[in-house]
């Protein structure tokens, strides 16, 4: 039986990873919200200032999916926290340990820095996700409602004096 196999993504995977971004918005329903280049994935996550980091899963040499995290920070532990931004496995290869062993990958990295806490985000119907992150002990935030200002909300915002 093969074996997943997680590795530090290099910025020759710009491409590979933009893939699986849009692959993941149309899981998500929202292909049309991806704007993001290759140019911009280099940049972000293998650029000079990157804040981002990813990881590859590989099952005999072939990628089958990716994350992306960044530290935050949280003033109530003292400590940096991971951000899991993204996890992504082509359907066809659910079921085979591959989010599991990323997001263990993940938190070894976690544990290794020191952090506070591993958090994410999932969508409220996608039931699959919840139910598998409830099964390795995850648990949903509550009383918290995430916030954002995007695009031109963002700028218009900034914008006022």
């Known amino acids: 039986m093969s074996q997943v196999v997680i590795r530090e993504a290099v910025a020759e995977d710009s491409a590979l990873i933009l893939g699986f971004v ?17 140019s911009d994935i280099q940049a972000s996550i293998f650029g000079l200032h990157a804040t981002a980091k990813a990881i590859i899963g590989e099952l005999d040499g072939k990628p089958i999916g990716f994350a992306v995290y960044f530290y935050n920070y949280s003033t109530w532990l003292g400590r940096k926290g991971l ?17 599991k062993a990323m997001l263990k ?29 409830e099964s390795i002990g995850a648990r949903p935030k509550s009383e918290w409602v995430g916030y954002q200002l995007v695009g031109a909300a963002l700028t218009a915002f900034a914008g006022d004096q």
């Open 22 to 38: 849009k692959d993941l918005a149309r899981f998500e329903k929202a292909e049309d919200e991806v704007i993001a280049t290759i």
């Open 83 to 99: 951000y899991l931004e993204d996890l992504y496995i082509a359907p066809e290869y659910r079921s085979l340990g591959a989010g």
């Open 105 to 133: 990958y993940l938190a070894r990295n976690a544990v290794a820095e020191n952090c506070g806490r591993f958090e994410w985000s999932v969508l409220d119907w996608n039931e699959p996700a919840i139910e598998f992150y």
